[in-house]
Every structure is written in C-alpha cells, then in structure tokens.
C-alpha cells in the first residue's frame, strides 16, 4: 500500500486499481474545524487535478482536487454524517472518497513522504 500527497494537500492511497483519498493534517490544521464536506457522487469521472469536492471549517471553505484521474467508486458516508472525523483522524476514518484510477502512473509523479513533509 503506497501512500502519496500532493502539494494541494491531499493524500492518495493506493491498493491495486483502488485509491482513497483524503485531506493531510496540514490541510486540516490550517483550515480548523471542519463543520460540511461535499463530496463527490459515485460513478462521476475526473481528470487529475480538477475539483471533486468541499471542504468548510468554521475559518475557510477550501477544493479537494482529484489527485489522480479516475472513476469515484465510493464515499465516506461517516464523513458526511461527521464532518469532524476530518480533524481527528484525517489519514484514516476521515477518508473523503475512493476511486478507480484511470491512469494509475499519474500516481507516480505525485509526492512521497520526505517531498511533501518539505513543503509543509
């Protein structure tokens, strides 16, 4: 299982053709306490790096980028019905959305770790 970010502040996991997605504790650090997302209906297609859904905060509202091109396969209904789940547990059970990568080299070019821990 990989684990890779992008410098919008997302971060993408990838198990075989499968990615969840979600916010980095940077992203929610900055943003505050999270209060709605809007996430994106399954079975909807887009490309990298075009918006797939909102996150608000009690400070700002703030785009989640696709971080790779693909199909959404799933949503986190938790999420929806908790939106705090983004502030306390951002890299697991506050997961936004998974999705089936169409073209899973994208992946590749994205961040690692040490490249993304340097942004921040």
Request: aromatic residues 8%; proline residues 4%.
């Amino acid at each position: 299982m990989t684990t890779k970010y992008t410098e919008d502040h997302e971060w993408i996991r990838v198990e075989g053709d499968i990615a969840t997605v979600g916010i980095t504790h940077h992203a929610q650090d900055a943003l505050g306490d999270v209060v709605f997302v809007d996430l994106p209906e399954v079975g909807k297609s887009f490309e990298q790096k075009e918006v797939a859904g909102v996150v608000e905060s009690v400070k700002a509202a703030a785009d989640v980028y696709m971080p790779v091109s693909g199909e959404v396969v799933e949503v986190n209904e938790a999420l929806r019905g908790d939106p705090s789940l983004a502030n306390s547990d951002p890299l697991a059970a506050g997961w936004f959305f998974k999705v089936k990568l169409s073209a899973p080299a994208q992946v590749d070019a994205l961040l690692d770790e040490t490249a993304y821990a340097a942004l921040t």
